[in-house]
DNA sequence: ACATGTGAACTGCTTCACAGCG
DNA sequence: CGCTGTGAAGCAGTTCACATGT
């Protein structure tokens, strides 16, 4: 298969929200111009993204709504449920943690982990917090894919390297530091200080140069 | 100006974090190859990001740190304080609400709204919440620079165009669903489900193509 | 001698435009 | 006739390579 560049992927999610959305209105056939414009972006663009990966649509006709769905969940690898590991019980984590959100899309939280020893042993919402002491010995028997990473900026990348020897290939980080990791483990960052500082930019520079 | 592509901003950030820490730690220069290496980037894309703010470095020497943090600061315009509102105290809402890091950063919360009457009223963190109704107001009142949206995706689009129309020109949006603003507000999205299922699809298609 | 700053070359994503097919 | 699917063209962001300045 082709390199399927991120941007593409980002934008599969994006149209797959739609479609459920239509499937449940009953909506049968979609065009690539509908897509486009609740996903913000352009039809050929629709059509180039899903082309990667098949010819799902009907000439004179757009896109059949719930095989394309399928075919999107398909394509996403969202069919089956991955297990995942939440480290750092801190606010985001906590949240995360109790975020419905995962499970209803298949994304099973099967432990949280911190280092704080008032927090270990808590519960919430069903998941009784680990110390991160047993976080390989727990992957070798719990087999998660994904590790959540919201520990502080000064652990992330150490954990980052024992989940990884651990044999876990994908990480979502929530720690504002660039992680250095084998290139077989995926890493995809979530940083909301570096989002709001490029709004802050946006604003900074919209005011420089009067508006346009 | 030059136009400044998105992904050069996001570099910017994630210098400027390594920096902060270097100046803590006393070291007066540093190279484009060492800022790469932090950053996960080359030593020419440093450069080149860089250079289109001015020229901060030595030649044969590197780049003095203080300096460059300095005007990585100012570039991004986080110099002065920004006044955020979070609108929507859900579980993520309220996690950001009362989440340090943004006012550490020149970030300040200035107000925190729902649509719950069961929420309205209820304090958090020194925030009391206030009813959703009263933001056209609250905005020409308070005079806010950022809106967070932690609002349910059916909700997203409808306060996106309230918040604009009441003179916001910048929205974090957390909300799974791409909004539709006129071209002079920016727009940031956060969109955890979207980042998993893109580690999904880096999962699933490893194990397709067989691990390269 | 060494590391920056930057045109030029390159790579890869996006847009165009139209042939192909229902 | 309408809308998809897709090579080709266009464009933007990255990398190269070297002249430049200290």
């Given at each position: 298969m082709k390199r399927i560049a991120d941007s593409t992927v980002r934008r599969l999610s994006i149209y797959l929200r739609f479609l459920e959305d239509s499937v449940l209105q009953g909506i049968r056939t979609i065009s690539s111009e509908e897509l486009a414009r609740r996903g913000g972006t352009t039809s050929a663009q629709v059509r180039k993204d899903l082309s990667f990966f098949g010819s799902f649509g009907k000439r004179g006709l757009g896109y059949p709504v719930p095989e394309l769905t399928t075919a999107l969940r398909d394509i996403l690898g969202i069919g089956r449920e991955w297990r995942i590991i939440i480290i750092g019980a801190g606010k985001i984590g906590t949240a995360l943690a109790q975020y419905g959100g995962f499970r209803q899309r298949?994304?099973?939280?099967?432990a949280v982990y911190d280092s704080d020893p008032q927090k270990i042993g808590s519960r919430w919402d069903g998941h009784e917090v680990r110390d991160v002491v047993d976080i390989d010995h727990d992957i070798a028997a719990d087999r998660p894919d994904i590790a959540v990473l919201t520990v502080p900026a000064e652990e992330a990348q150490a954990i980052g390297e024992r989940v990884a020897a651990a044999g876990l290939r994908a990480i979502l980080n929530f720690a504002p530091v660039q992680l250095h990791l084998s290139s077989d483990v995926t890493v995809r960052n979530v940083n909301m200080a570096m989002e709001l500082e490029g709004l802050s930019f946006a604003l900074t520079n919209r005011e420089k140069n009067g508006n346009d």
């Open positions: 298949g994304f099973q939280v099967v």
